[in-house]
C-alpha cells in the first residue's frame, strides 16, 4: 500500500509561490484554448491530458490533426517528441528504487514524469527515507497530473477569452520555469557547461536553421557536459 504520510507531503510540495504546478497551469491553459480551435469537445481535451500527460506532444498531435496527418504520421510524430521522457525515467526512477515496494508502483507512476515532477522529485529525494521515495513521487505525480487535466478543461472552457498573444504567454510560461530551475542547478560544472552552452548554441544554430536548432543545440551542448562530467567526475 502507499504510505499516506509520505504520499501527501510530496502532494504538499506544490503548495506556495515557488510552486511547479502554477507554470504547469499556464501552459495547460493555453493547450486546452488549442485543443479547442483544433475541434476536440471537452472530454476529448481532458482525456489527451488524462491519457498522454505530455504538453509538447499534445501540441504535436492536435497541430498535426489540424493540418490533415495520417494517424501514423501523429503516432510517429508524438513518439519522437515524447522520448525525451526515457532518459528523465532512467535518471531518476534507480533513486527511487527500493525492493520492498512492489513492482506495480513504478510501472503505474512512470505515467506521472514530467519535467515539473521530474525536477521536484531530484531536488527533494534526499530528504525522504528510501523505502518510502517512489510514495513521495506519486504524491507529485498525482498532483502535477492533476492540474494538468483541470487546467487544460479550464482552458478549454475560457478559449474565448483568449487572445493569439496571450496563450503564447501562457505556453511558455513553464519552459521558461524550467530554465531558471537549471540556472539554480548551476552548482555542478557539468549541468552549468549543458544550460551555457546551450544558451548560446540556440540562438547561433537558429540563424542557420530554424527547424534544427533546438535539437542540434541541446545534443551539443548535453554531449559536451556528459563527456566532461564522465572525464572529470563531477
Known amino acids: 500500500m502507499i504510505n499516506s504520510k509520505v504520499f501527501f507531503q510530496g502532494l504538499k510540495s506544490l503548495k506556495g509561490s515557488k510552486s511547479p504546478a502554477i507554470p504547469l497551469a499556464a501552459c495547460f491553459v493555453a493547450l486546452g484554448a488549442l485543443l479547442k480551435d483544433a475541434g476536440f469537445n471537452l472530454q476529448q481535451s481532458a482525456a489527451s491530458s488524462l491519457f498522454t500527460y505530455a504538453l509538447p506532444g499534445q501540441l504535436v498531435m492536435a ?24 532518459p528523465m525515467t532512467v535518471s531518476l526512477f534507480p533513486l527511487l528504487e527500493h525492493n520492498s515496494q512492489p513492482k506495480w508502483k513504478y510501472y503505474l507512476s512512470c505515467h506521472f514524469l514530467a519535467v515539473t515532477s521530474w525536477l521536484i522529485a531530484k531536488d527533494t529525494y534526499k530528504k525522504i527515507n528510501k ?78 536553421s530554424a527547424e534544427w536548432a533546438l535539437l542540434f543545440a541541446g545534443l551539443i551542448s548535453g554531449t559536451a557536459a556528459f563527456l566532461f562530467g564522465e572525464k572529470n567526475g563531477k
Not at 490533415?68 to 525525451?84: P, T
Request: aromatic share 12%.
Open 131 to 208: 523505502k518510502h521515495r517512489i510514495d513521495f513521487w506519486i504524491g507529485i505525480g498525482i498532483g502535477t497530473w492533476t492540474t494538468a487535466i483541470l487546467m487544460t478543461m479550464a482552458g478549454y472552457l475560457s478559449a474565448d477569452y483568449l487572445n493569439k498573444d496571450m496563450l503564447i504567454g501562457l505556453a511558455i510560461v513553464n519552459p521558461v520555469y524550467f530554465f531558471c530551475m537549471m540556472i539554480g542547478a548551476m552548482k555542478d560544472l557539468s549541468v552549468s557547461i549543458s544550460v551555457v552552452a546551450g544558451t548560446i548554441l540556440g540562438p547561433l544554430i537558429y540563424l542557420i
Open 63 to 86: 497541430e498535426s490533426l489540424l493540418v490533415g496527418a495520417s494517424l501514423v504520421n501523429i503516432f510517429i510524430a508524438v513518439w519522437l517528441v515524447n522520448f525525451r521522457l526515457y
